[in-house]
C-alpha cells in the first residue's frame, strides 16, 4: 500500500511538471487578481489546464453549469438544439443586481433599439460574445471558458465593474456538432511529444472537417437564410435582448497573426450608418493595448470586409448592435510550425482571451457613446432612407406554402409586414389581395428588410470575402415591385401566416385519376410519399385541358398523373392518401372521372410517362466541396425527406452501383477517380441511369469525354501595369463570389415542368462560362441578354455571359446526365433552383433521347 502511494505521489508529481513544463498556469491566460476560492478553476475541473487538450462541447457546458450552480453571477439560457441533438445555450453573466434586473434590462433595451426612452447610464450594456462559430477554430470555445471563470470569480476593481456595466451573453459554442467531429479529431491525433511539423495528421482532418454544422453548411453564412436550426434559435434569441455589442471569435490560417475589425474601409456595407465603423475603430484601440501589453502581433482594416449581411459580424450590425469580427492565426491542433515559428494551442486562446477582456473594458469606457449609437441607430437609418427613392416592397406568389414560406422568414428577423386591403396592380403585375404583402423600410428592421429585397448593381469596391448579391426575395422566386413614397401603405398589420388547406377536388363520385398539378411548390414531396408507398405515377410531358360534367382544367406540363389502373393498392386506399398528402401539403389534387381530355389528351397518351422510384446516391469525400455535397444531403434528407446514400469517393471502387438508379455529383475537384473508377461509372451510366452533376463535376465529366462541354474563353484585356507594388490592384475585381443573374428557362423542359415564367434567377459563384450544346434542345437553361441582377462580377465577361448554358442535358449509352452549372440549390435557400433539381431527380430518366446532347465517345 506504502509503495503504491508513494507511486501514486510520484507520478501525481511529474504529471505536475509535465504540466508546468508543457501548459501554462491559470496566470498565462488571466489578470492576476484574487478568485473566488469556491469557484472551480477550469483546470480543477478538467482535470487538466485548458489548452492541453481539446475540450467537447459537452465538457464546456456542464462547466458553465457547474459554474451556475456557485454562482449568482451567472445564469444559463438554452435557446436551441442542434441537428445531432446538442444544447445550444447562452450564460448570462453581469453582477447579482442585473440578472435579478433582467426582464426590465431586457426592456430597457427593446425601447432603447426602437428609439424609446433615455440613454441611461446606470443600465449596462448588452455584449452578445459568440464564440467558435466554425467547429475547427477551437481558440474561441476555450477562451470563453477563461473569461467566465474570470468574470465569475475574479475579485478586482476591474471584474466588478465590467459587471456592473456590461451585462455579458457569451455563446461559447456556436456549432457543437463541428465542434465535436474537430475536437475528437485532434485529441485523437495528440503525441505525449509536443509534433509541430506541418504534415502530422493532427493538422489534416478528415473529409468533411470540423468547420461545418452536421449537413456540412457554413453556419456564418447562414444568419440571414436561417435554414438551420442553429440560426433560428440564435436569432430568436438576439431578438429578445438586442445587444449593444457583438463579438464573433473566429480563427484563420495558421501563418496569419490576428486580425480585428474595422475591415477594408471601402468594403464595408454602404447601407450600415458611418458612427458604426467609427466605434468599431474605437473599440479596436482596446484590442491594440491589449496585444501590445502582451507581445501579440495584430492587424486591422485589411483582407476581411463587412459587407454580407449574412455573416455574424455584419447582420449584428444591420440590427443596430456594433458586430465585431476578431481572427486568430490557428494551431489547428495543440501546436503548430508557422511562418512564425511555433504556434501553440493556448497561445491562441490567450489571444482570444485578452480581446475578450478587452472588449468588457472597452464597453465600460465607451458605453456612453454605444448606448447613444443604438438608440439613434433607427433614426440615422430613416435618414438615409429619406434620400432615397425606393421606400417599400410590395411581393406575392401564386404557392400559398412558398409565399408563406417567405412570410415566415420575415417574422422571423421580426420584419414588419402589411397586408393589402383590396387588389393592387403595379406595372402589370397583380398583387391579390390575401396572397400579397407590403414591406416598408421605414420600420423596426429597416436594413434586414431591404436587404432582403434589394438588388446591388454598383459597387464602390471590387473584392468581396463573401459573396456580393443575395437578394432573398430572387432566391425564393417572388413577384416584387419597389414602391415609392405614395405606394406604401401600413393599413393591416400581419403577424401570423394564414392557414393553408389543400383539397381533393371531385369531378363526380366515380375516380379514374388524380392529377397533382406541378405549379404547386410541394408536388415533389407529394410524389416521395407516393413512390415510396410503392403507388404508380405518371408524369405529363403535355399540358392536360380538362372538361367533364361540367367542369372545366388545365394541367399545366409536369402535373403528376395517378390512375386507378394496376395498382398494388385498392381505390380506396389511394383516395385516403390522396387526402391526406392534400392536408399535408396544402395540394390542390383533382380527382377525374375519366381519361378524356380533350380530344387528344387522354390519359392514355404516350406523352404520359411512367416513373420510377429514384434510389439516390450522393458522392462525397476527399477533394469535394463539402458546402456541395451537404447542400444535396440536406436537400434530399430535410426537404424531400427521401433517403439518399452518402458514398465516399475513395470507396467507389468496392460500391455496387447496380443499387442506385440516380447518383449526384457535388461541385470539386475528382482527382481521387482512377481510371477504372471513371470506367465504372461509364458501365454505370450506360445502363440507362441518371447522373446529376454539380458545378466543377460536369467539367470533370467532359474532361473523361462522358460528356461535351466547351467553355468561354474570356480572356481579361484588362491593363495590367506590370508594376511589383500594384499586383494587387492590378488583379482584383477579377472574380465572382457570388452573384445573381437572370436566366431564359424552357418552361417545357421537364428540368423545368411546374414554372410559370420564363425566365428564373441563378446564383453565379465562379467565372467559368460554357457554350451552349451543339444540340439546341439540350441547354434548357441559358443566362438571359439583361442578366444582371444582383452582385459584382468583372467587366471583361459581360459580353461573353449572355446566352452561356447554366444548365446541360446530356446523353450517355442509355443514361442521362443533367448538369447544373451553378449550384441550383445553394445554401439551401435558393428556392427557385430547388424545383430544378427535383425535377431533374425524378423526370431525368423520362427526357426524350433527340434533346440530349451526345458524349464525345460511347
Ligand atoms: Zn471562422
Redesign the pocket.
Known sequence: MASFLRILIFLLIVQQLNSQHQYPSLQYYLPDIPYDENIPTPEQYFGFQVGEWHLSQEKVQTYFEKLATKSDKIELVAYGTTHENRTLFVAMISSEKHLKNKKEIQTYHQDLSLGKGEVNLSMPAILYQGYS??GN?LSGMHASVLAAYYLVAGQSQEVESILDHVFVLMDPCLNPDGTQRFSTWVNSFKSNQPVTDVQSSEFSESWPGGRYNHYWSDM?RDWLLLVHPESRGRIRFLQEWNPTVLTDH??MGTNNTFFFQPGVPEQNNPNTPKNNFLLTEEIGKYYARAFDSIGSLYYTKYNFDDYYYGKGSTYSDAIGAIGILLEQGSSRGHAQNSIRGIITFPYTIKNQVSTSLATYRSIVDLKPSLLNYRKNFLKEVYKQLDGQKIKGYIFTDTDDVKRNRFLKLLFQHGVEVYGLDKDKTIENHFFPKGKSYIVPLKQNKPLIAKTMFEDVTSFSDSSFYDISGWTLSRAYGLTVKSLSETEVEKQIKTIEIPEMAGEVVHYSEKVYAWIIPSDQWEVHKALCRLLQEDIRVQVSFMDIAYETSGKKAVFPKGSLVITVFNQKHSVEYIAEKMEELANKFSLMIHALDSGNGTSTQTLGHPEIKPLQKPEVGILTGNGLSPTSAGEIWFHTDKELQIPATLLDIQKWGNFRLDKYNTLVFPSGNYGDMSESDVNKLRDWIKQGNTLIAFGNAAKFLSGQKILTLKTKTTTDSGKKSGIYGSFDKDNAGKSINGAIFSIDIDISHPVFFGFEQGISYSMKTDTLLYQPTSNVYASPAKYSQNYHISGFHPGHLKTSIPGSAAVTVHGYGNGRIICFLDPFLFRNYWLAGQKAFNNALFYGKTISTGTLEKGQEE
Open positions: 462559430i466554425h477554430e456564418n473566429h480563427e
